[in-house]
């Protein structure tokens, strides 16, 4: 099921209640996609010394798995706390442009709201939300961003990610090394279902394109986690020079 499947899998209205609960169900497919690498994450965890305490702190306070991924990675006992922010920092870098997509979408809404609305963003959240509300928005529906639509999808991602990292902390040392089980392989097949539902044709895909191979090479000859950063930027500049030629 693609997002833009998933936003109109029930009927839109403004009931308080059911658009919450659209939000939950809409997110559901690729939420059982996001358990098993949730698992994955709570199972490194253990092996670099976290406590099933520590990780759902962790998890709750920084809700951005692939963020968590890089900080698992780089942990050491003690941890380079400066270097882990450092990262945290770069990989995360890619809100920025998650954050200004959404922005015109938030102006309706007062500060507090918005706040507490972007504390639970994730990738998954952010693209239902910013489909469902594209899709309200063609169909004249005002306003266009469904607050408790989105925050059903993303505080259903909050808790399954916080529950199932702890649940792999604490079955990682039953489990072994899951990665032997394929479970890493749902973090890019969650990714893949995201894209192919925003998904507008070649033309709007050429920043992705851009982005991937300016990512990739920079994967491979440099160090660290600046391939994220440089993917970011160079795909916000391949949009930039598309729309100045349009």
Not at 56 to 78: R, V
Not at 117 to 123: K, M, S, T, V, Y
Not at 138 to 158: D, H, V, W
Request: proline fraction near 5%; charged fraction near 10%; hydrophobic fraction near 55%.
């Amino acid at each position: 099921m693609s997002v833009s499947e998933a936003t109109s899998s029930e009927a839109i209205d403004d009931g308080s209640g059911s658009e919450f609960r659209r939000g939950v169900m809409s997110c559901v497919p690729v939420l059982l996609g996001t358990i098993p690498y949730a698992l994955v994450l709570g199972a490194q965890a253990t092996q670099k010394g976290l406590s099933a305490v520590e990780l759902p702190l962790m998890t709750g306070l920084n809700f951005a798995g692939g963020s968590e991924f890089a900080a698992i990675q780089l942990w050491t006992s003690p941890p380079h706390i400066a270097l882990i922010v450092a990262i945290t920092f770069l990989v995360n870098s890619r809100h920025f442009l998650m954050g200004a997509a959404l922005a015109p979408f938030l102006e309706h809404l007062p500060q507090r709201k918005t706040f507490a609305a972007l504390f639970f963003l994730c990738d998954e959240s952010w693209a239902l939300g910013l489909a469902d509300a594209r899709q309200r928005a063609s169909a004249g529906i005002a306003p266009a961003f469904s607050l408790r639509y989105y925050m059903g999808a993303a505080l259903a991602m909050y808790l399954a990610w916080v529950g199932f990292t702890a649940a792999g902390a604490l079955l990682g040392p039953m489990l072994g090394d899951v990665q032997h089980y394929g479970f890493d392989m749902a973090f890019p097949a969650v990714f893949l279902v995201l894209m192919r539902g925003m998904w507008k044709g070649m033309k709007a895909a050429w920043p992705w394109l851009v982005s991937l191979v300016v990512a990739a090479l920079v994967y491979l000859f440099i160090p660290g986690a600046w391939y994220v950063a440089a993917g970011a930027v160079s795909g916000l500049l391949a949009a930039w020079l598309m729309a100045g030629d349009a």
